[in-house]
């Protein structure tokens, strides 16, 4: 016995791209989850977790033309922030593009619905525990 303490198993660490899409009036757009989903019914922005061989930018263009049925070009996304947080018995890390540029109207593919809302109406919704600390850093980059 060395004194030292147990080295604790590494975490599953699980790496979501999300996009806050902002219109021309500053609103950001949010889906629902859906029921039957992790989460359901709590307000999420758009995104999903990144597949092997992809970049961050890669899965996030992938992502939202699965759940919102646009186009956006990967130069288009701008990293904003990221957030860490425990998920059961993984570990998630959202990266945080804002975008601005896209072609398309978004559709609730796989969400029960959407809203575009303003950054401060973010704080008023039930949004998962990632989601929360970025609410005031997109305020402030908004």
Known sequence: MT??????????????????LVDGDGRLLVQRRPAGKPMAGLWEFPGGKIEAGETPEEALVRELAEELAIDVEAACLAPA????????????????????????????IHASALR?????????????????????????LI
């Open 3 to 20: 004194g030292q303490p147990a080295a604790k198993p590494a975490k599953n660490c699980v790496i979501v791209t999300a996009a806050a």
């Open 81 to 108: 922030c990221f957030a860490s947080d425990t998920l059961g018995d993984k570990h998630l890390l959202l990266l945080l593009y804002v975008c601005r540029k896209w072609r398309g109207t978004p559709q609730a």
């Open 116 to 140: 575009w809302v303003r950054p401060v109406e973010l704080y008023a919704l039930d949004m998962p525990p990632a989601d929360l600390p970025l609410i005031g850093l997109l305020e402030a």
